[in-house]
């Protein structure tokens, strides 16, 4: 019965699952909110120097993604960091909201791939079976 209403509809349907990522992701991870750092964002983030911006030049940019500290490996996580710098120092929860709104996107454009290759049908059978 679920499949027909989403199927009747593509728009709306999809819609409605995007909405379903964005509430499930929000719920589940919402615990994250005032976590402290771990692992290796004392490195990343709080002695990393390359990301604390003081501006949104193209130089500052760069040199947050490519710079001495920030190391040459992980040049869009170091963006992110130095976004977050500029717009929240070191409160914790604006960091964490931009990764959980980015593994949210993630999993919404592994649900479009799964449509655009045909594995969608999978997952409908899994909806109507939960």
């Keep these: 019965?679920?499949?027909k209403w989403l199927t009747r509809d593509p728009i709306i349907g999809n819609g409605l699952i995007v909405l379903l990522f964005f509430g499930l992701?929000?719920?589940i991870?919402?615990?994250t909110l005032d976590s402290p750092f771990v692992f290796d964002d004392e490195s990343q983030i709080l002695e990393n120097n390359d990301i604390r911006l003081e501006d949104l030049s193209v130089e500052s940019l760069i040199k947050a993604a490519f710079g001495r500290q920030s190391g040459r490996t992980r040049p869009v996580g170091n963006l992110s960091f130095a976004l977050n710098y500029i717009f929240h120092q070191y409160r914790l929860t604006g960091y964490?909201?931009?990764n959980i709104i980015?593994?949210?996107i993630t999993g919404i454009l592994l649900w479009l791939i799964s449509v655009r290759t045909g594995i969608q049908n999978s997952l409908i059978l899994l909806i109507n079976i939960a």
């Design 1 to 3: 019965m679920f499949n």
């Design 96 to 98: 964490h909201l931009l």
């Design 29 to 31: 991870y919402s615990n």
């Design 25 to 27: 992701g929000f719920i």
């Design 102 to 104: 980015i593994h949210i």
